[in-house]
């Protein structure tokens, strides 16, 4: 397994890259794996969904301050001018909004968001000399598949408004570049958990959990009292679903694989990044019980709406085109969700 890459001072590569929602989840984590490879990071946020003490944990993980400025994307002219004061050869657009309930109640704010955030951005880099562009899409485009593994050829059918926002910023990415000398990234991920082996920084979503591993996770640590299993009459062995969980440190190292092979791409390529693996809710919670070290409390209740019964990701063209894999399993993925969950039993709301 590839450690979080430790900090190396003299790993220069005079590589500058513009991380949008870099105090995120996947943002902060994929920090500090460019800057442990030498990339220098000017990052961006509004911090509508992270702290600013993250910046403090990145810049202690780092060995180094990251460059930040806090700003909403949707301000072109903001982002121009940290465009035009950084100059970076690369962009890695995290910053959105994710939740999928809440954009079925708010649709607006997600095409506002995702959609006018992505335009803007491409906007403030239409005359820089950015000449590669990712993007942090998601597996959620492809619906319900008829048949998995999903390649990045499967059909897209998302069913919500957020999958249809990450959809329409995909196809806005790829008819942008087309008209410039900028290759482009477009990266599917599966679902990424876990955090950084430290324990320092991890996933800390507001309010209550919409997603597994958290939600578990809060149970264990004692925030909440069982997690509620959204159906096991599925078709699969267990009769839960079944999903492609990521290690986030994998998926962080991914993008800087993907900056790596920029010599090697001059289009815009779709990438699925997953492990190619599925496990069962089932299987996950067995797994984080064993990390915890007790039984996490759960009960089956009815199915969630929208749920996809089996959805893991095709892996080769990540292999073939980034030369990356992810290797962590989900052992090493709950045990280090559990470090920082239990390290930081109210996320960065305890922070120092
Ligand atoms: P996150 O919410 O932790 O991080 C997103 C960051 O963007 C936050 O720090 C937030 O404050 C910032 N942001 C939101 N709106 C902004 C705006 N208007 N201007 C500036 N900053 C803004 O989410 P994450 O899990 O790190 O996800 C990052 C990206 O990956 C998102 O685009 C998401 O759609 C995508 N993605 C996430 C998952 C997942 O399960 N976590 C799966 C597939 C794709
Ligand atoms: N689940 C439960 N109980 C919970 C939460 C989830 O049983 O409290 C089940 C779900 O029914 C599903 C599985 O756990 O079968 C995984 O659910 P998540 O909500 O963690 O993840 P999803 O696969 O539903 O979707 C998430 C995001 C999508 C994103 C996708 C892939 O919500 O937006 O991961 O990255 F596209």
Not at 54 to 61: F, P, Q, T
Request: aromatic share 6%.
């Amino acid at each position: 397994m590839s450690e979080p890459t430790e900090p190396n001072h003299n790993q220069a590569t005079n590589a500058t890259v513009l991380v949008t929602g870099a105090a995120g989840y996947i943002g902060s984590h994929t920090c500090i794996e460019l800057m442990a490879n030498g990339f220098d990071v000017i990052g961006v946020d509004n911090f509508d969904n992270s702290e600013p003490v993250v910046l403090d944990r990145i810049a202690e993980l780092a060995g180094r301050p990251i460059q930040f400025a806090e700003l909403d994307i949707r301000d072109t002219e903001a982002l121009r001018k940290v465009v035009s004061k950084h100059s970076p050869s690369a962009v890695i657009h995290f910053a959105g909004l994710k939740a999928v309930g809440e954009s079925v109640s708010h649709p607006q704010k997600y095409w506002s968001v995702n959609v006018g955030g992505t335009l803007s951005l491409l906007d403030a880099i239409s005359t820089s000399d950015v000449s590669m562009f990712v993007f942090s899409s998601s597996c959620t485009v492809y619906g319900d598949p008829a048949a998995v593994p999903v390649t990045e050829t499967t059909p897209v059918a998302p069913i919500s408004p957020y999958g249809r926002t990450k959809l329409a910023a995909e196809q806005a990415i790829i008819d942008h570049l087309s008209t410039r000398d900028c290759g482009g990234l477009l990266l599917r991920y599966f679902n990424p958990v876990g955090a950084h082996a430290s324990g320092r920084i991890g996933e800390d979503p507001v309010g209550v959990p919409n997603n597994l591993m958290p939600f578990a996770m809060q149970v264990a640590v004692g925030r909440r009292d069982a997690l509620s299993i959204f159906g096991d009459d599925y078709d699969t062995a267990d009769g839960t679903c079944i999903r492609d969980y990521i290690h986030v440190v994998d998926l962080a190292q991914g993008h800087v694989a993907a900056l790596k092979a920029e010599t090697d791409i001059d289009s815009c390529e779709i990438v699925n990044l997953g492990t190619g693996r599925g496990s069962s809710v089932l299987e996950v919670v067995n797994a984080a019980s064993e990390a915890v070290g007790k039984p996490i409390a759960h009960q089956i209740v009815a199915r969630r709406d929208g749920d996809a019964a089996v959805i893991f990701a095709d892996t080769t063209k990540a292999e073939s085109l980034l030369s990356w894999s992810a290797d962590r399993t989900m052992v090493d993925m709950c045990r280090d969700h559990w470090s920082w969950q239990s390290l930081n039993p109210d996320g960065y709301r305890t922070a120092d």
